[in-house]
């Protein structure tokens, strides 16, 4: 017979349970205190290793002057926060978000996903949600990694890679995953090139690479591939996606949205609610208005031009939408987002605090 698992720790041997026909494992013939410690301390240690985010911080801080900055290396963006925040309406894109440091809190209607740098998140759509930042402070800033995800790429890798069967393993459009010492190693050799961005042309598409294929082997791999598979449930409804967000601007068609997607009507709504949370016009007002607020916060455009820009036949209904959504008037609001972009943008350098 062989060796059973240990039930204290999955991975060693349990004590006495090993084949008769060969010499026992040395480790089978310890108490079992001694292996409860064993187990503890590499647990421990595996913990260690991933909460070490200092060299990852160290290089993001020195290369993200800004809240949000797009870096040399192809889809990879640095996103730093010095304050806490509000509950904040944004727009998640298909994209892997590695927290270096701090902790966000996304909602998605009902669904609240909450995490720090021990998780990732994964996000198979551009989804219109509420995140907010925690934990996170002056000394302390939020710091994120984000990859946004090339289906293509996805796909190529997907295909070479070895059938993965997984059974019971539930998917959805967001999705929080464990971090590895694997990924946070090569999170590192990512940051570590904006060091030297001689080496980005020729390194950051293989690290990249690797980095895609630890991910297609973690627990949201069959996600990934989905995002991957140019037909199939998931890439049917990111063609409407794309459609409205082509069309933001224009009166919803949903004949031809259903001919964009190639889904019929009751299957395009039953499936787009599923995968996004909202129906096909819901949607198209969620676009809208980040829009609107994004066009407002760059200062070139008054409410009613927003609201005209956007796709608004009425300011009034603009002001009234814009006003549930975001908790406040337009003019107010930009005012107050502006005043927190501003605190947690520049970090205090009052030391006694």
């Not at 999170?187 to 895609?212: C, W």
Request: charged share 20%.
């Amino acid at each position: 017979m062989g060796a059973l698992p240990n039930p204290e720790c999955p991975g060693l041997p349990n004590v006495g349970a090993f084949d008769a026909s060969k010499p026992p494992d040395a480790l089978s013939l310890l108490p079992d205190n001694l292996i409860r410690l064993a187990c503890r301390l590499a647990w421990l240690h595996n913990t260690n290793m991933i909460s070490n985010f200092g060299p990852h911080l160290e290089i993001a801080l020195r290369h993200a002057a800004s809240s949000t900055v797009v870096t040399p290396i192809p889809r990879v963006e640095l996103h730093v926060g010095y304050g806490e925040s509000v509950e904040t309406p944004c727009l998640y894109r298909s994209v892997v978000c590695f927290l270096l440091q701090g902790r966000k809190r996304v909602a998605v209607h009902a669904d609240l996903l909450s995490y720090d740098s021990s998780h990732y998140l994964v996000s198979a759509l551009d989804l219109p949600l509420a995140g907010q930042l925690i934990n996170v402070g002056r000394r302390h800033p939020y710091v994120a990694l984000m990859l946004l995800l090339d289906p293509a790429l996805l796909a190529e890798l997907a295909t070479t890679m070895s059938p993965v069967y997984e059974d019971n393993i539930k998917t959805g459009r967001i999705s929080i995953n464990p971090m590895t010492v694997e990924i946070q190693d090569i999170l590192l050799r990512l940051l570590s090139l904006l060091d030297k961005p001689a080496d980005i042309p020729f390194l950051a598409p293989m690290v990249e690479r690797e980095l895609l294929y630890r991910l297609l082997q973690g627990p949201q791999g069959r996600l990934l591939r989905q995002i991957a598979q140019p037909e199939g449930q998931l890439a049917r409804i990111r063609r409407a996606v794309a459609w409205i967000q082509k069309n933001r601007d224009r009166q919803m068609r949903i004949n031809a949205l259903c001919e964009a997607s190639g889904m019929s009507r009751a299957s395009l709504h039953r499936h787009f609610l599923a995968m996004t949370g909202f129906s096909p016009l819901q949607y198209q007002k969620q676009l809208r208005l980040q829009e609107a607020r994004r066009l407002l916060l760059a200062g070139e455009h008054s409410p009613s031009g927003v609201a005209f820009a956007v796709g608004y036949e009425s300011v009034s209904q603009f002001s009234r939408e814009y006003l549930r959504q975001f908790g406040a008037p337009p003019a107010k609001d930009v005012r107050s987002v502006r005043r927190q972009v501003e605190l947690m943008s520049v970090p205090k350098l009052n030391s006694a605090t």
